[in-house]
């Protein structure tokens, strides 16, 4: 899969499956892309923006996004960019709050389930209700809106009347999936049940049709994905106000 391809998938993905519940939207301004999240998460409204930048210069990106005017919620989100900018965003009273990587992975080949854990999905409002109050990251993640739709699919594993692991995977369009919000419960990690929920999702992926799967790593992540056969495809290089972290 190329760059562009998977950059695609992945502002698709993030943006979500439009709702009366999801108003999050794209734009461009003069060729920089905007993400504006306006969306329903742990039961409350959250608005946020973030600029995909390829190819502008930091003046470019800063005069835009001035122009914008983003929410106080924003980040400046660079893609395989040089580190002599950074002192640009420094400058301008960002600061570096994460560095990410872009990956992708062909849906053949893949590994076999493991047959230690079972994975489940989410498909009733007792599923939702129970997982939310039980979700590792205490977060209450799915909503009716999100369980209802066909295109998002909401899988777990369950251990000692517990969720260990969850995953999210959005169907962009028939052929390409992009993976988010997994998560495995601290008490539960270096067990391979990360592995093996996303295999599972892999598998149930490749059983419907879609033929390639992208995410974002952190760089704690990225070892897992890199096992599971994900190819990494660009660096990501995460800019937030300086202020927010104050």
């Given at each position: 899969?190329?760059?562009?391809?998977?950059?695609?998938?992945?502002?698709?993905?993030?943006?979500?499956?439009?709702?009366?519940?999801?108003?999050?939207?794209?734009?461009?301004?003069?060729g920089l892309d905007i993400l504006h999240s306006d969306d329903v998460w742990n039961q409350q409204r959250q608005i946020a923006d973030e600029a995909?930048?390829?190819?502008?210069?930091?003046?470019?990106?800063?005069?835009?996004?001035?122009?914008?005017?983003?929410?106080?919620?924003?980040?400046?989100?660079?893609?395989?960019?040089?580190?002599?900018?950074?002192?640009?965003?420094?400058?301008?009273?960002?600061?570096?709050?994460?560095?990410?990587?872009?990956?992708?992975?062909?849906?053949?080949?893949?590994?076999?389930?493991?047959?230690?854990?079972?994975?489940?999905?989410?498909?009733?409002?007792?599923?939702?209700?129970?997982?939310?109050?039980?979700?590792?990251?205490?977060?209450?993640?799915?909503?009716?809106?999100?369980?209802?739709?066909?295109?998002?699919?909401?899988?777990?594993?369950?251990?000692?009347?517990?969720?260990?692991?969850?995953?999210?995977?959005?169907?962009?369009?028939?052929?390409?999936?992009?993976?988010?919000?997994?998560?495995?419960?601290?008490?539960?990690?270096?067990?391979?049940?990360?592995?093996?929920?996303?295999?599972?999702?892999?598998?149930?992926?490749?059983?419907?049709?879609?033929?390639?799967?992208?995410?974002?790593?952190?760089?704690?992540?990225?070892?897992?994905?890199?096992?599971?056969?994900?190819?990494?495809?660009?660096?990501?290089?995460?800019?937030?106000?300086?202020?927010?972290?104050?």
């Amino acid at each position: 899969m190329q760059l562009n391809q998977a950059l695609e998938i992945f502002m698709h993905g993030e943006i979500g499956i439009p709702s009366a519940e999801n108003r999050s939207s794209r734009q461009q301004l003069a060729g920089l892309d905007i993400l504006h999240s306006d969306d329903v998460w742990n039961q409350q409204r959250q608005i946020a923006d973030e600029a995909i930048v390829q190819s502008h210069a930091p003046a470019e990106v800063l005069a835009l996004l001035a122009d914008y005017q983003p929410s106080v919620d924003h980040r400046i989100t660079l893609v395989d960019r040089p580190t002599s900018e950074h002192a640009a965003y420094h400058a301008a009273g960002y600061r570096h709050s994460a560095s990410e990587v872009l990956l992708a992975r062909s849906l053949n080949n893949l590994p076999a389930p493991d047959p230690r854990y079972a994975v489940a999905q989410a498909t009733t409002i007792a599923d939702m209700e129970w997982l939310n109050t039980h979700d590792p990251a205490k977060r209450a993640w799915l909503t009716v809106t999100r369980l209802l739709e066909p295109r998002l699919r909401h899988s777990f594993i369950r251990l000692d009347a517990e969720v260990v692991a969850r995953v999210r995977v959005c169907q962009v369009d028939p052929a390409h999936s992009y993976v988010t919000n997994l998560y495995t419960a601290p008490n539960y990690r270096r067990r391979g049940i990360a592995q093996a929920l996303m295999i599972a999702v892999l598998q149930q992926a490749a059983a419907l049709g879609e033929c390639w799967s992208v995410l974002i790593a952190s760089e704690a992540g990225l070892p897992l994905y890199q096992k599971l056969g994900y190819q990494p495809l660009a660096t990501l290089t995460v800019f937030e106000p300086a202020e927010a972290s104050e």
